[in-house]
């Protein structure tokens, strides 16, 4: 019987399904992947996007993350990089003429043991799925680079907006340092 309980443990062990590491899909990756587009439920459904906005290109990044009080990197946290853009929605609850409703791109990765990360150069589109008399001067509109992370006691986030990565895009240096807590 122990044998059997053994050999299971080394099997599981080989296959990756037991080790002291974090999910493969998390390792080493301290540069975000490609950002998908977010949807859940009914959003999902809506079809093709029928206006669109004037495209922003979210400059290649580097983000450090330092704990707050003591100054020292935030190794091994997931990150989670949100590329958000606004639309027109319409017809909306409580709202004659529309709202403006969040969208998003969104990439994840881990930071290295410095508690850095990098973004690679991406090119938002803002869309949306309304077309009509409201949207007239309402075009879609890129808004701010949302940077969410996982801590050993919350899941907080920090945005950087427009204006400060056309700003770093400018000087050629788009080096972010993040001061992170729970408070």
């Excluded at 989670?80 to 990765?109: I, K, M, N």
């Excluded at 509109?141 to 427009?162: Q, S, W």
């Amino acid at each position: 019987m122990i044998r059997i309980a053994v050999a299971a443990i080394m099997i599981l062990a080989l296959l990756g399904v037991i080790s002291g590491q974090a999910p493969s899909s998390l390792t080493n990756s301290t540069v975000c992947g490609a950002p998908n587009e977010n949807c859940m439920g009914a959003e999902c459904e809506r079809g093709e996007p029928v206006i669109f906005g004037k495209p922003f290109l979210v400059p290649k990044m580097k983000i450090r993350l330092l704990d707050k009080h003591t100054n020292k990197p935030l190794a091994r946290i997931e990150v989670t990089v949100r590329y958000v853009w606004e639309w027109l929605e319409y017809p909306y609850p409580e709202h004659p003429f529309g709202a403006w409703s969040e969208e998003s791109y969104s990439a994840s990765c881990v930071t290295s043991g410095d508690g850095s990360i990098e973004i690679a150069e991406f090119n938002v589109v803002p869309h949306g799925w309304y077309k009509g008399k409201f949207s007239l001067g309402h075009k879609p509109r890129f808004m701010n680079v949302a940077v969410g992370y996982h801590l050993p006691k919350c899941y907080t986030y920090d945005e950087i907006e427009r204006a400060d990565l056309n700003k770093c895009r400018r000087s050629g240096k788009c080096e972010f340092t993040l001061k992170v807590s729970c408070e």
